[in-house]
C-alpha cells in the first residue's frame, strides 16, 4: 500500500480482555517496529521485527505483550488481560533497512487503545 | 542503551520568532540522528537526519540541525517559524551499528501564535 496501515484506530475495551492490533507495512519494507505513545511520555519503544524473526524484545512491558509478523509483512501486537495502564496509542513503523541502518522510519496512524 | 532528553516540554512562540530545540543523547559509540514532526491529528514524518559528513543538516520547511559531537547535541533549529509549524517535535537516535531500535525523547510540544 501506499503507506502503513494500521487497525482499528480505534479500541475500546474493558479491563480483563484482550486485544489484537494489526500493522500492514509499506509493500517491501523489511523491518517493522511497534512503538506506544501515551501522554507526555513520548515513544516508547515495544518491540522490532527485521523480516518474521525479532531481535529486541526489549521494550514490551510484561508478558501480557505479544507481537508476531508473518510472511515479512503483516503483524499483529497482541495485549492480553488489559489493565487501564495500557491505553496508549500504539504506533507501527517500517522501513527498508534495519535498525542501526539509518533508514527512515515511516509511521502509520495507529491505534488507540482506551481501556475501561 | 541509547537514550534522549529534550528540554522543553511545551514551547510558546510569536509568528517569526527564532526557534532552538534543545536534545542531547547518551550513547559513546558512532549514532545516526533524526528529529520527526507530529503535526496535530496526522502521524510522525521525517523532519531531518543526520548519518555523517556536514554536522549542519537542512530538513523540510526550513528546519535544520546541528550535530555537535563533543555534546552530544542535535538541537533543531528555524530562524522565523510560521503558524503552521504548531506541532509536537520528537529527537530520536540510534546507534549506527547493531541491530538497535530508534529510541525517541518525550518530544517539545510547539505552539506557535498569530
Known amino acids: 500500500g501506499a503507506g502503513v496501515s494500521q487497525s482499528p484506530s480505534n479500541k475500546v475495551t474493558e479491563k480483563g480482555k484482550d486485544v489484537e492490533l494489526r500493522c500492514d507495512p509499506i509493500?517491501?519494507?523489511?523491518?517493522l517496529y511497534w512503538y506506544r505513545q501515551s501522554l507526555g511520555q513520548g515513544l516508547e519503544f515495544l518491540i522490532y521485527?527485521?523480516?518474521?524473526?525479532?531481535?529486541?524484545k526489549s521494550g514490551l512491558p510484561s508478558d501480557r505483550f505479544s507481537a508476531e509478523r508473518t510472511g515479512g509483512s503483516v503483524s499483529t501486537l497482541t495485549i492480553q488481560r488489559t489493565q487501564q495502564e495500557d491505553s496508549a496509542v500504539y504506533l507501527c513503523?517500517?522501513?527498508?533497512?534495519?535498525?542501526?541502518?539509518?533508514?527512515?522510519?515511516?509511521f502509520g496512524e495507529g491505534s488507540r487503545l482506551t481501556v475501561l | 542503551a541509547q537514550s534522549v532528553s529534550q528540554h522543553n516540554h511545551h514551547v510558546i512562540l510569536s509568528e517569526a520568532a527564532s526557534l532552538e530545540l534543545g536534545c542531547n543523547y547518551s550513547?559513546?559509540?558512532?549514532?545516526?540522528l533524526f528529529w520527526y514532526v507530529q503535526y496535530p491529528g496526522q502521524h510522525l514524518q521525517l523532519l531531518l537526519k543526520y548519518f555523517s559528513g556536514d554536522p549542519l543538516v537542512k530538513g523540510i520547511k526550513g528546519f535544520e540541525a546541528e550535530f555537535i559531537k563533543s555534546k552530544f547535541s542535535f538541537n533543531l533549529r528555524k530562524p522565523s517559524v510560521q503558524w503552521s509549524d504548531t506541532a509536537e517535535y520528537f529527537c530520536a537516535v540510534t546507534a549506527r551499528s547493531g541491530n538497535t531500535p530508534l529510541v525517541f525523547g518525550k518530544g517539545t510540544r510547539l505552539s506557535v501564535i498569530a
Open positions: 513503523a517500517s522501513s527498508f533497512m534495519g535498525a542501526g541502518g539509518a533508514g527512515e522510519l515511516f
Open positions: 550513547y559513546g559509540g558512532t549514532v545516526n
Open positions: 509493500s517491501g519494507h523489511t523491518a
Open positions: 521485527f527485521q523480516g518474521n524473526s525479532a531481535p529486541d
